[in-house]
Structures are given as structure tokens and as C-alpha cells.
């Protein structure tokens, strides 16, 4: 009797113990699940143990590259890797990759080798972020997008602003490697098989931008593709609208562009408010100019999953020195309604969204097409675009439809080109609302793009939107004394 009521306590006792055990470690996640950045934190804590075999630092003749820009192993291409200081407990390597679908296996583990020194590492278990909206299967990926981009997490808890090891990725804690990235902090020098082979792979200096986040605005520019389209006007009018805006900064990525455009993106550069970087495509993609603007064109859908590794390249390149980071193309301006300036139109933002954490700040887009264009303006030169074409349509779509964002560069975990595929946790997506600010879209027709947004423009009447106009003085002269300095003549007289 005894022994049977000793048992029924037992029992008991320990169901008891075990629901305490399972609601502590539910209160522990929720408790953790608001530390800055990663909501994968939890899950990377743990350290592998360094097994007995010990692998060596892989030297510049054992790496493998897929091309100048992009290093290879298995099936996977990797293209920079980025030190995450943002939350206050963890530290995190983010590398910007791309994995071959085709024979791909996404339930294989990889591992993270933090390399000290030419024979000492820290080996950690890497976590996998896909880049797209969801995992796929080989299946429905070999046929029509092969290459997928993932940002690939590895834990570093010896990594600071000033220590900063090189890494590897493999499958296996003891093969050999064969790759091999500096992890940045800021922005780096140019890392290339090139100067890996004549450098015998000497990380590059790091260059550390000090600058007050507050009010600081960068923009991130897809891969340029136009071997045969003559942009230099259009881009240099882009540009500067947004020096006139308050943008800080543009940072773009190019694969093929026309002599004269070149020569402005140059210009620009030496005078430091813009970036550029020449840019391929990983695997059996093609890189010849002309081939890869084919293979572009006919494969969109490939296109367009390239274009989002590059925008997070692009945003953990800035993270920690801007305040915010746009990703728009060269036919879209985000232009104010209240206000000058993006600081001033931001402001008016944070008020009307006061009562959320925002991770990123949506602005609706309206088209400007050429279609709608009825007359030029005496007031603008023939030669400025956006200045010229102020007939838009009065359709406005509704929120979170064809958005472009301001990202709060503290709370996006993986960017894309509209909004974000992942933040952190307890953050939101807020739409600003059109009276501060909305997005002008500058197209020729709906042709070319799979918009319902742009169709349903010809449903409502075409409006007169002259609010761009407010820079069209310093725009009109800067952009005059850019093309003379360039010595770039337009069929029009500047």
C-alpha cells in the first residue's frame, strides 16, 4: 500500500516538474524572441566541438571560383561575407550566396569555419535564411529558377569591429575546404580571384565609415544590364534629385553599360556620393555582354532572384552606417508631398506611425508613363525625363501593394526589392500614407511588366503632378555641368 502511493507521488511530482520545465522554456524564448537582430539567435547558441581531425586553412590554389567575383564549393556560390554587430548579446557572419536548385539537398547541414589563424578555427553550425519567399523543391525550381539566393548565418562570438577572422562554409567538420571570405565590416576593397591570386590572399584593409545614423539615407541599385540603351541623361537627372532629396549615398551594382553612361557613374563616384561595383552571375549562367542580356530578358524570373542577392549584399554592406536603405531602380523617385527633403517626409512618417516599431516605412507606387505624356514643358529641358513628364495617373493602389521601403537598417533581417522577406520579431511593415510621400514610377508602357497596379492606371483620369518641380532649378543646372564636364551632347541643346 505504501510502495503503491509513493508511486502515484512520484508520478506526480514528476509530471509537475516536467510542466514547469516545458512553461520556463517557452517563457525563455519568449524572452529572447525580442533581442535585436536575429530571431534565429535561440538556435544558434551552441558551439560545435572541434573534432579530433583538424582541417587546414584553405590556400589561394585550393580555392575554387566560378568566376572572378564569385567563389564555389559543391553547390554553392559565395559572394561577401558581413559581420552583424547589431544585437547587444549576440554577433553574427551573414554571407551573401547562391545555391545551384538542381540536385540541391536543403536538409543538408553546413558548418562554419572562423579561422584565427592559418591552424586555428572555431567550427559553428550555420543557419540558412532563403532569400525567396519560401523553400522550394527541386521539382519546381530546376525548370525555371535554378539559382536561388539564401543569406547564410553563422554565430561569431569572438568577432568585434576590430577582430574580424576569415571564414569557410563545408558539409563535413574534417574534408578539406575550398573556400575561403574576409569578413567585412563597413566596406571592403574589391575581393576577386584576382587579388586573391596576386595578393596571396592578403584580406583587404578594412575601411571603417564613422557617421551618425540619424537622417542618413542610403540607396541600393540593382545590376545595370544595358549593353545598348543609352542612359546617361536619365541617370544623371536621377541622380541628382536625389542629392536634392537628402540621399546620402547611392550604391550600384552594374553588369554591362554604354561608354557615355559609365563616364557618369564615374563622375559621380570621384565626387563620392556614389558607389559602383561590376558585377557577374554565379554558375553556368552566361557573362558575355550581349548572351547575358538575352538570357536575362528571356528568363525574368531567374533575373529577378539575382537581383534580390544583390540587395542583400547591398544592405549588409550599409548596416550600422545608415539610418535607412532603399532599394529603387533608376525609373523611380520617392518624392515628398509634405516637405522637401526625405528627412522632412520621414518625419511626418514616424508621427503617423508613433505607436509601432517599424522595420520598414512603404511608400505606394503611381505611374508616370510616357503614353500619358501629352506635351513638353517649356520650363524643363527636353533632355530631363522626369522633369518632363508630369502626367501621372490618379489611381493610387492600396497599402502594401507595389510598395518600395525605407528599411530600417536595425530590424531587416533579409531584404528584397519591395519590402522585406524577414524581420526582426515584434517589428512592422508600416505603409505611409500618400498625402506625406508616395513612389513616381517612370515607364514607357505596362508591357514589360506583370502589374496590375499599372494596368489599373488607365482606369482612372490622368492628372497634372508637378510636385517633383521643386528641385527642377538645382537639378536642371547641376545636371548642365555634369554633361559639359563630360563632354556627353544630347540631340537636344543643353
Not at 131 to 155: A, L, M, N
Not at 302 to 307: A, D, F, G, I, Y
Not at 437 to 454: N, Q, V, W
Request: charged share 20%; with cysteine; glycine share 4%.
Amino acid at each position: 500500500m505504501k510502495l503503491l502511493v509513493f508511486r502515484r507521488a512520484w508520478k506526480r511530482n514528476v509530471g509537475m516538474m516536467t510542466l514547469v520545465a516545458v512553461f520556463g522554456f517557452i517563457s525563455f524564448l519568449r524572452a529572447g524572441s525580442h533581442r535585436a537582430p536575429a530571431a534565429e539567435t535561440d538556435y544558434l547558441r551552441n558551439v560545435v566541438r572541434v573534432p579530433s581531425c583538424l582541417v587546414e586553412m584553405p590556400k589561394p590554389a585550393q580555392i575554387q571560383w566560378s568566376n572572378n567575383d564569385w567563389q564555389s564549393f559543391d553547390r554553392w556560390f559565395l559572394y561577401r561575407a558581413y559581420l552583424d554587430l547589431r544585437s547587444e548579446t549576440e554577433v553574427f557572419v551573414r554571407i551573401i550566396a547562391t545555391v545551384d536548385a538542381a540536385g540541391y539537398n536543403k536538409t543538408e547541414s553546413l558548418y562554419c569555419f572562423l579561422w584565427n589563424s592559418n591552424t586555428s578555427y572555431t567550427l559553428t553550425t550555420a543557419s540558412k535564411m532563403i532569400i525567396d519567399w519560401k523553400e522550394f523543391s527541386v521539382q519546381e525550381y530546376r525548370s525555371r529558377h535554378r539559382y536561388i539566393g539564401y543569406v547564410v548565418t553563422c554565430p561569431c562570438e569572438h568577432c568585434t569591429d576590430d577582430i574580424l577572422p576569415s571564414i569557410s562554409l563545408g558539409y563535413d567538420k574534417c574534408s578539406p575546404l575550398t573556400n575561403m571570405l574576409p569578413i567585412n565590416s563597413g566596406q571592403n576593397e574589391k575581393y576577386t580571384k584576382h587579388t586573391v591570386e596576386n595578393n596571396n590572399l592578403e584580406l583587404p584593409q578594412r575601411v571603417n565609415e564613422t557617421r551618425s545614423r540619424d537622417g542618413n539615407y542610403v540607396i541600393c541599385v540593382k545590376g545595370l544590364n544595358y549593353p545598348n540603351v543609352e542612359l546617361a541623361f536619365l541617370l544623371a537627372e536621377w541622380i541628382e534629385v536625389h542629392k536634392a532629396l537628402g540621399a546620402a549615398k547611392i550604391y550600384l551594382y552594374v553588369y554591362t553599360v554604354t561608354p557615355a553612361t559609365e563616364k557618369v557613374l564615374q563622375y559621380y563616384q570621384r565626387q563620392g556620393f556614389l558607389d559602383f561595383t561590376y558585377i557577374t552571375l554565379p554558375g553556368e549562367q552566361p557573362n558575355d555582354g550581349i548572351n547575358r542580356f538575352k538570357y536575362m530578358k528571356k528568363y525574368t524570373g531567374q533575373k529577378r532572384l539575382n537581383e534580390k542577392v544583390l540587395y542583400n549584399d547591398c544592405f549588409y554592406r550599409h548596416i550600422g552606417q545608415y539610418e535607412f536603405i532603399i532599394n529603387i531602380d533608376i525609373d523611380e523617385i520617392i518624392v515628398p508631398k509634405m516637405g522637401n527633403t526625405w528627412q522632412e517626409m520621414m518625419s511626418q512618417a514616424k508621427k503617423q506611425s508613433y505607436h509601432k516599431k517599424c522595420s520598414v516605412y512603404c511608400f505606394r507606387s503611381v505611374y508616370f508613363l510616357d503614353v500619358f505624356h501629352t506635351r513638353n514643358h517649356d520650363e524643363a529641358p527636353a533632355y530631363l525625363h522626369a522633369m518632363q513628364h508630369t502626367n501621372r495617373s490618379s489611381f493610387i493602389p492600396k497599402k502594401d501593394f507595389n510598395t518600395k521601403c525605407f528599411y530600417d537598417s536595425r530590424y531587416v533581417l533579409v531584404s528584397r526589392n519591395h519590402y522585406p522577406h524577414r524581420n526582426i520579431r515584434g517589428t512592422h511593415h508600416c505603409s505611409v500614407q500618400p498625402d506625406i510621400g508616395f513612389l513616381h514610377h517612370y515607364r514607357k508602357t505596362c508591357a514589360d511588366i506583370p502589374s496590375k497596379a499599372c494596368r489599373a492606371s488607365f482606369s482612372e483620369p490622368i492628372v497634372d503632378d508637378k510636385s517633383i518641380w521643386k528641385y527642377l532649378t538645382a537639378v536642371s543646372s547641376s545636371v548642365k555641368t555634369t554633361m559639359k564636364d563630360l563632354n556627353i551632347t544630347h540631340s537636344k541643346p543643353l
